[in-house]
C-alpha cells in the first residue's frame, strides 16, 4: 500500500470516527515553485471553514510500507484562512513537530494535506508529489490535483471544488 494511501485511510477513518460519514479528498493544497527557488505549501480551506492537523509526510520511493523520513505535522485544531509558507517551515503559532531532513529529498514521495470535519461536510485537502514534480515546476507554478498548473489555476480549481 503506498503511503500517501495509508496517510489518507487515516485521515479517513478520523473522519469517520468524529463526524459519521466519510470525507472527500479535495484539491486544497498544493505546492508552489517560489522565485527563490524554494517549494512554498498552499492551503486552500473552503471559505470560512475550520481545518485542523496540516502535516507533511516524506518517505523513500518504494519503501513500500517504510516509517515516514522526512516532514512535519501539527496537532492545532481549529485553524482557519489561506495558508502560503516554505514547505518544511510551516507557520510558528502552528507548533509544528519537525522529522528528518528539512529539504526534498530525491526519490522520495511527500503527502501535503490537512482535515475539515463536522458531519455532513468533510473533506481533506491533499496533494501528493515527488522532489522531482517539484523541481520541474518553473518559477510561479503550482503542483496540484497531479499535474502544474499557473497560480490563478489554482485558486479556480481550489474554489470550484468547494
Known amino acids: 500500500m503506498r503511503r500517501a494511501g495509508a496517510a489518507a485511510a487515516g485521515v479517513v477513518a478520523g473522519a469517520l470516527l468524529l463526524s459519521g460519514c466519510a470525507a472527500v479528498d479535495l484539491p486544497l493544497a498544493g ?8 517549494p512554498y505549501a498552499l492551503i486552500r480551506p473552503c471559505g470560512d471553514d475550520e481545518y ?6 516524506g518517505w523513500a520511493e518504494g519503501g513500500g510500507d ?36 528539512q529539504r526534498l529529498l530525491p526519490k522520495h514521495r511527500y503527502s501535503l494535506g490537512f482535515g475539515h470535519y463536522v458531519t455532513g461536510d468533510s473533506y481533506n485537502g491533499i496533494v501528493e508529489f515527488s522532489a522531482e514534480d517539484i523541481g520541474r515546476l518553473k518559477p510561479g507554478q503550482v ?5 502544474a498548473m499557473s497560480l490563478g489555476e489554482f485558486e479556480k480549481l481550489a474554489e470550484d471544488s468547494c
Do not use: Q, Y
Not at 143 to 147: I, T
Open 66 to 101: 517504510g516509517p515516514v523520513t522526512t516532514g512535519w505535522d501539527v496537532r492545532k485544531e481549529k485553524l482557519s484562512g489561506d495558508a502560503e509558507f516554505p514547505l518544511f517551515s510551516p507557520p510558528d503559532a502552528w507548533r509544528a513537530r519537525h522529522r528528518g531532513a
Open 143 to 147: 503542483w496540484a490535483d497531479d499535474r
Open 31 to 38: 505546492v508552489r515553485a517560489g522565485a527563490d527557488g524554494k
Open 52 to 57: 485542523r492537523t496540516p502535516s507533511l509526510d
